[in-house]
């Protein structure tokens, strides 16, 4: 499926990389990655307690990482900006960060690299694929 056919996921962009779709740097990919202007509110995939905020040193640049009450690791990567602190209980839907471009980002098109990366893993570190916390 080539990035134009890829499906627009809410108000919060258009999918680029499926999960695990292929990028240059990953033959599969842990999460998704979805493009849109930088600055676009970004939304919490399910209720739970933010875990950590700030810059990482893992290419993902500004991120956001939430425990679910089920008790996934949900990885909000490329931000902008966050709006929440560690410890900061969030509902589905809440809007958590915004789009950016930090880290390691690019573009498939080589156009502008803001974009989101989300990565959910569970409890023993398996990934699980973000879209279906989307439905």
């Known amino acids: 499926m080539s990035p134009n056919n890829y499906p ?41 307690v933010v875990a950590s905020v700030g810059p990482t040193n893992n290419g993902m640049g500004n991120m956001v ?4 009450e089920g008790g996934n690791i949900h990885q909000y990567g490329h931000l902008q ?33 803001t974009h989101l990366d989300v990565r959910i893993s569970d409890a023993y570190g398996r990934f699980k694929n973000p879209m279906s916390y989307l439905k």
């Open 65 to 68: 990482t939430l425990k679910d």
């Open 8 to 48: 627009k996921l809410k108000n919060i962009g258009n999918l680029t990389t499926p999960y695990l779709g292929r990028t240059k740097d990953e033959a599969q990919h842990k999460g998704i990655d979805i493009a849109n202007r930088s600055g676009t509110p970004i939304p919490a995939f399910a209720s739970g």
């Open 81 to 113: 900006s966050a709006i929440v602190k560690p410890g900061t209980i969030v509902k589905k839907g809440q809007t958590i960060a915004k789009m950016g471009k930090s880290g390691n980002s690019y573009s498939p098109s080589g156009g502008d690299p």
